[in-house]
């Protein structure tokens, strides 16, 4: 992918995040880097290649979370963020090109696990996560390793797995409240009309615009909100229940559902799946506070 074609892509994400309401020092953010690399005299590619994020964070205007995109996009043709923003989900699809993961196995992988590349898949093969995942077996887990060595190499697999270690703490400070809120405001937002609606194009075979998007702000983290559109919330009548959050800044790429809980003491009340020991101390906390 040349310089042309990534300042094209930064563009189209700057232009759709101005669309959909997102922070203006967001949008300039995305315009002046595609500025940066259009007018970049070599080949940004060869600059990933040699010394990937730390020589892209050396050019102007391109700050680690979009030195981190453009290394992906450069690697492996994608732009996630690109894709929520229109409305686009093509992570099983990507996951199912793996050998050894069939349709079936790549939304249980995207659905459990919240991964969306193939850095992170493969980062997951090996700290022991897409192993949890049913249907995994040894031999499997194996083949899929095998695989994505074969399409990343040893030194991407080390790089990806100490990044995400990297990303960790820092992805591990954002509290279950803070996710809570960002829910409670994009479904307030999102009932009143209030939101700006994107066309999915999964299991939205009339193209109408009906799935809410926000984007916004906490302490510096920027989130996108969506109403969950994945083959699984639609098997149980739950896209406008659960609510996808990802974050997508200089910090950490990182996404979680809230759901409605169904069962036991936080039975009606909001969680974030994988996170309930969390919510139950949350909730505690507030009862306690109103007491």
């Given at each position: 992918?040349d310089n042309?074609?990534?300042a094209?892509l930064?563009e189209?994400?700057?232009d759709?995040l101005e669309?959909?309401?997102?922070?203006?020092?967001?949008?300039?953010?995305?315009?002046n880097?595609a500025?940066?690399v259009?007018?970049?005299?070599?080949?940004i590619?060869?600059?990933?290649?040699a010394?990937g994020?730390?020589?892209?964070?050396r050019?102007?205007?391109?700050?680690?979370?979009l030195?981190?995109?453009?290394?992906?996009l450069v690697?492996?043709?994608r732009?996630?963020?690109?894709e929520?923003l229109?409305g686009?989900d093509?992570?099983?699809r990507?996951?199912a090109?793996?050998?050894?993961?069939?349709?079936?196995?790549?939304?249980?992988i995207h659905e459990?696990?919240g991964?969306?590349?193939?850095?992170?898949?493969?980062a997951?093969?090996?700290d022991g996560r897409l192993?949890?995942?049913?249907?995994?077996?040894?031999?499997?887990?194996?083949a899929?390793?095998?695989s994505?060595?074969?399409?990343f190499g040893?030194?991407?697999t080390?790089?990806?797995?100490?990044?995400?270690?990297?990303q960790?703490s820092?992805?591990?400070?954002?509290?279950?409240a803070?996710?809570l809120?960002?829910?409670?405001e994009?479904?307030?937002?999102?009932e009143?009309g209030k939101l700006?609606r994107i066309a999915?194009?999964?299991?939205?075979?009339t193209g109408?615009?009906?799935l809410p998007?926000?984007?916004?702000?906490?302490?510096?983290r920027?989130?996108?909100?969506l109403?969950s559109?994945t083959?699984?919330?639609h098997?149980l009548?739950t896209?406008?229940?659960?609510?996808?959050?990802y974050?997508?800044?200089h910090?950490?790429?990182?996404r979680?559902?809230v759901?409605?809980?169904?069962?036991?003491p936080?039975?009606?009340?909001r969680?974030?799946?994988?996170?309930?020991?969390e919510?139950?101390?949350y909730?505690?906390?507030?009862?306690a506070?109103?007491l």
């Amino acid at each position: 992918m040349d310089n042309a074609k990534i300042a094209e892509l930064l563009e189209e994400a700057a232009d759709l995040l101005e669309a959909q309401g997102a922070n203006p020092y967001r949008v300039r953010a995305y315009r002046n880097a595609a500025r940066t690399v259009r007018d970049l005299k070599g080949s940004i590619a060869d600059i990933v290649r040699a010394e990937g994020v730390a020589g892209l964070v050396r050019l102007p205007a391109i700050g680690r979370s979009l030195a981190h995109t453009i290394e992906h996009l450069v690697r492996s043709g994608r732009f996630p963020l690109l894709e929520r923003l229109k409305g686009e989900d093509a992570v099983e699809r990507v996951f199912a090109t793996v050998p050894n993961i069939g349709p079936e196995l790549a939304r249980r992988i995207h659905e459990q696990l919240g991964i969306e590349t193939l850095a992170e898949l493969e980062a997951a093969a090996y700290d022991g996560r897409l192993a949890q995942v049913p249907g995994m077996g040894k031999k499997r887990l194996r083949a899929v390793r095998e695989s994505l060595a074969g399409r990343f190499g040893r030194r991407r697999t080390i790089e990806v797995t100490s990044q995400r270690s990297d990303q960790k703490s820092d992805a591990e400070e954002v509290s279950v409240a803070e996710l809570l809120d960002v829910d409670r405001e994009y479904r307030e937002k999102a009932e009143r009309g209030k939101l700006p609606r994107i066309a999915p194009r999964r299991f939205n075979p009339t193209g109408q615009a009906w799935l809410p998007v926000l984007h916004t702000e906490r302490s510096g983290r920027h989130y996108t909100a969506l109403y969950s559109n994945t083959a699984r919330a639609h098997e149980l009548g739950t896209t406008h229940d659960w609510v996808v959050i990802y974050r997508d800044d200089h910090g950490a790429h990182d996404r979680w559902t809230v759901i409605t809980s169904q069962y036991g003491p936080l039975k009606g009340k909001r969680i974030v799946r994988g996170r309930e020991q969390e919510c139950r101390e949350y909730y505690a906390q507030t009862e306690a506070e109103t007491l």
